[in-house]
């Protein structure tokens, strides 16, 4: 029994520190995706650890090793709770003016062919703006009774489920296609022109997943490339998309300090968007990160359509405010220094995009 006890104890301890390695590799970097599993289950642990006799665990050294490592997985779970203080600001129509607008981002799963249920989706949320990815030439067919809704369009449709499109009711301006680091693996840019005229840039991406037997140079090089992109920029910003990374990782906190940006979900909710299929093994897949001239009204996830990602909606208003609001965390050197490390590990690499035959 005492056996059993230590190699639980030592796996959740493991877990919970590996991430904090700086090593871009999948085995690594998984360990950041359950925490909120990780944290129910060292409640549990030390919740019996707390039984007359032990019944499991039989010392205070497996209480307190649990506890630690509940409180320690709790301290990134909060961040996305009302128990903690918003990133960015709600709309209040007191004071805030600007033009509303609905995006909708949905990754529909390749080899999922409920096109019909994607339709319902789109009716029903009825957004200005959406993004597909892991679009395909059939998935683009199967789009076409709602295509002609959206007078903008960009599209990338590719077979190794990295394709994605942009569809718009608003004019695109500026709009762009590209593999930023890897080849196979498209981004989509574009300055969204809105009804009143104002203006904000967009960027789309889905980099690639982290995996056990490959690095994750990839993925987190195209984060640090678009975050250092997105510092530059002198108007508003959205980024948004499958980042096939979860909200409270090393990786996405780095991104948010460099580029600035806010996350919506911080001090509301988290807002799991993976895996559809398993009600247990959920983390937030899939993001939106706003600049701070941008107000919230209203976020939330959409009916699943087939696909192992939930689809997100995100109601905002981009303010006509000079000014932007909205706490934003300061990068320091370390960042930006690794940043670029990771945008330069990502150029070299000569790999072909991660699960380009998954969905074959």
Known sequence: ?????????????????????????????????????ILILALICFAISLTPNGILFDTWFFAILFGAVALFQARFIAEFTRFWPKSSKSFDPAI????????????????????????????????DILIMAEVDEAWLKGMAPIRERYSYRVE????????????SKYRLDDASKQDLLTKGVPSIMATVVLADHSRFRLYAIHPEPPVPNHGTEGRDGELSLIAMTTRDEKGPVIVTGDLNDVA?????????????????RIGRS??????????????PLDHLFHSGQFRLIDMQRL?????????????????????????????????????RDLIQQAAERQDEPIGADWEK
């Open 1 to 37: 029994m005492l056996i059993a006890q230590t190699v639980l104890a030592v796996l959740l301890l493991a877990i919970t520190v590996l991430p904090f390695l700086p090593i871009a590799h999948g085995i690594v970097r998984m360990g950041e995706f359950p925490r909120q599993q």
């Open 96 to 127: 805030d003016h600007g033009e509303r607008f609905r995006l909708v981002a949905s990754n529909v799963k390749m080899s999922n062919r409920d096109y019909a249920a994607h339709i319902r989706m789109i009716e029903q949320s009825d957004p």
């Open 248 to 264: 409270w990782s090393k990786t996405t906190r780095r991104f948010r300090r460099i580029s600035g940006l806010l996350d919506p």
């Open 156 to 167: 990338q449709p590719q077979d190794n489920a990295y394709g994605m499109l942009l569809w």
């Open 270 to 283: 988290m807002i799991n968007t993976f895996d559809a299929r398993f009600w247990f093994m959920r983390w």
């Open 303 to 339: 009916e699943p359509c087939g696909s192992d990602h939930f689809p997100v909606q995100f109601d905002l208003v981009l303010c006509d405010h000079e000014e932007p609001a909205g706490e934003e965390d300061e990068a320091d050197g370390a960042d930006i220094e690794r940043a």
